[in-house]
Nanobody, 116 residues
Framework: QVQLVESGGGLVQAGGSLRLSCAGS????????MGWYRQAPGKQREMVAV???????NYTDSVKGRFTISRDAAKNTVYLQMSGLKPEDTAVYYC??????????WGQGTQVSVSS
Protein backbone atom coordinates (compact mmCIF):
# COMPACT_ATOMS: atom_id res chain seq x y z
CA GLN A 1 0.00 0.00 0.00
CA VAL A 2 1.04 3.56 -0.71
CA GLN A 3 -0.19 6.61 1.14
CA LEU A 4 -0.09 10.11 -0.33
CA VAL A 5 -0.57 13.22 1.79
CA GLU A 6 -0.94 16.64 0.15
CA SER A 7 -0.34 19.98 1.77
CA GLY A 8 0.05 23.61 0.78
CA GLY A 9 -3.37 24.54 -0.53
CA GLY A 10 -5.17 27.70 0.50
CA LEU A 11 -6.71 30.97 -0.58
CA VAL A 12 -4.69 33.38 -2.68
CA GLN A 13 -5.39 36.44 -4.79
CA ALA A 14 -5.12 36.32 -8.55
CA GLY A 15 -1.52 36.64 -9.62
CA GLY A 16 -0.27 35.05 -6.43
CA SER A 17 1.68 31.86 -5.83
CA LEU A 18 1.32 28.64 -3.90
CA ARG A 19 3.42 25.51 -3.57
CA LEU A 20 1.76 22.16 -3.13
CA SER A 21 3.59 19.20 -1.65
CA CYS A 22 2.73 15.52 -1.73
CA ALA A 23 4.59 13.09 0.49
CA GLY A 24 4.44 9.38 -0.26
CA SER A 25 4.87 6.61 2.28
CA UNK A 26 4.34 2.89 2.64
CA UNK A 27 5.40 0.41 -0.06
CA UNK A 28 6.70 3.25 -2.23
CA UNK A 29 8.42 1.11 -4.84
CA UNK A 30 8.10 0.71 -8.60
CA UNK A 31 6.58 4.18 -8.90
CA UNK A 32 6.96 5.13 -12.55
CA UNK A 33 5.49 8.61 -12.31
CA MET A 34 3.74 11.02 -10.00
CA GLY A 35 1.54 13.93 -10.78
CA TRP A 36 -1.16 16.41 -9.93
CA TYR A 37 -4.74 16.45 -11.06
CA ARG A 38 -7.47 18.92 -10.21
CA GLN A 39 -11.23 18.98 -10.11
CA ALA A 40 -13.29 22.14 -10.11
CA PRO A 41 -16.97 22.13 -9.04
CA GLY A 42 -19.14 20.65 -11.76
CA LYS A 43 -16.18 19.65 -13.89
CA GLN A 44 -14.29 16.46 -14.57
CA ARG A 45 -10.95 15.77 -12.97
CA GLU A 46 -8.13 16.84 -15.26
CA MET A 47 -4.41 16.26 -15.40
CA VAL A 48 -2.35 19.30 -14.41
CA ALA A 49 1.23 18.05 -14.44
CA VAL A 50 3.10 14.77 -14.39
CA UNK A 51 6.73 13.89 -13.73
CA UNK A 52 8.35 10.53 -14.46
CA UNK A 53 10.99 8.79 -12.40
CA UNK A 54 13.45 9.94 -15.04
CA UNK A 55 12.48 13.57 -14.58
CA UNK A 56 10.43 14.05 -17.73
CA UNK A 57 7.50 16.39 -17.29
CA ASN A 58 4.21 17.06 -18.98
CA TYR A 59 1.72 19.87 -18.37
CA THR A 60 -1.76 20.69 -19.47
CA ASP A 61 -1.71 23.66 -21.83
CA SER A 62 -3.51 26.04 -19.47
CA VAL A 63 -0.72 25.93 -16.86
CA LYS A 64 2.37 25.86 -19.07
CA GLY A 65 4.74 28.64 -18.13
CA ARG A 66 3.00 29.20 -14.79
CA PHE A 67 3.27 25.88 -12.94
CA THR A 68 6.35 23.75 -12.31
CA ILE A 69 6.34 20.16 -11.11
CA SER A 70 9.37 18.71 -9.37
CA ARG A 71 10.25 15.62 -7.41
CA ASP A 72 12.53 14.70 -4.53
CA ALA A 73 12.99 10.97 -4.97
CA ALA A 74 14.87 10.59 -1.69
CA LYS A 75 11.83 11.96 0.17
CA ASN A 76 9.19 10.30 -2.03
CA THR A 77 7.79 13.79 -2.46
CA VAL A 78 6.44 15.69 -5.45
CA TYR A 79 5.87 19.43 -5.57
CA LEU A 80 3.78 21.76 -7.66
CA GLN A 81 4.94 25.36 -7.72
CA MET A 82 2.07 27.50 -8.95
CA SER A 83 2.61 31.09 -10.00
CA GLY A 84 0.45 33.62 -11.79
CA LEU A 85 -2.63 31.97 -10.34
CA LYS A 86 -5.97 32.70 -11.96
CA PRO A 87 -9.51 32.28 -10.63
CA GLU A 88 -9.97 29.41 -13.11
CA ASP A 89 -7.23 27.52 -11.25
CA THR A 90 -9.61 27.16 -8.31
CA ALA A 91 -10.12 23.46 -7.66
CA VAL A 92 -9.32 20.57 -5.38
CA TYR A 93 -5.84 19.39 -6.31
CA TYR A 94 -5.03 15.70 -6.02
CA CYS A 95 -1.66 14.02 -5.96
CA UNK A 96 -1.30 10.69 -7.73
CA UNK A 97 1.37 8.02 -8.00
CA UNK A 98 1.43 5.28 -10.61
CA UNK A 99 2.83 1.97 -9.46
CA UNK A 100 4.01 -0.49 -12.07
CA UNK A 101 2.39 -2.45 -13.58
CA UNK A 102 -0.96 -0.76 -13.31
CA UNK A 103 -2.16 0.79 -10.08
CA UNK A 104 -2.84 4.43 -9.32
CA UNK A 105 -2.82 5.82 -5.82
CA TRP A 106 -4.50 9.11 -4.91
CA GLY A 107 -4.19 11.57 -2.08
CA GLN A 108 -7.15 13.08 -0.26
CA GLY A 109 -6.91 16.37 -2.09
CA THR A 110 -6.14 19.93 -1.09
CA GLN A 111 -8.26 22.97 -1.89
CA VAL A 112 -6.79 25.82 -3.91
CA SER A 113 -8.95 28.93 -4.17
CA VAL A 114 -7.97 31.97 -6.21
CA SER A 115 -9.90 35.19 -5.74
CA SER A 116 -10.21 37.82 -8.43
Amino acid sequence: QVQLVESGGGLVQAGGSLRLSCAGSGMFVSISHMGWYRQAPGKQREMVAVITSGGNTNYTDSVKGRFTISRDAAKNTVYLQMSGLKPEDTAVYYCTAHQVPAYDYWGQGTQVSVSS
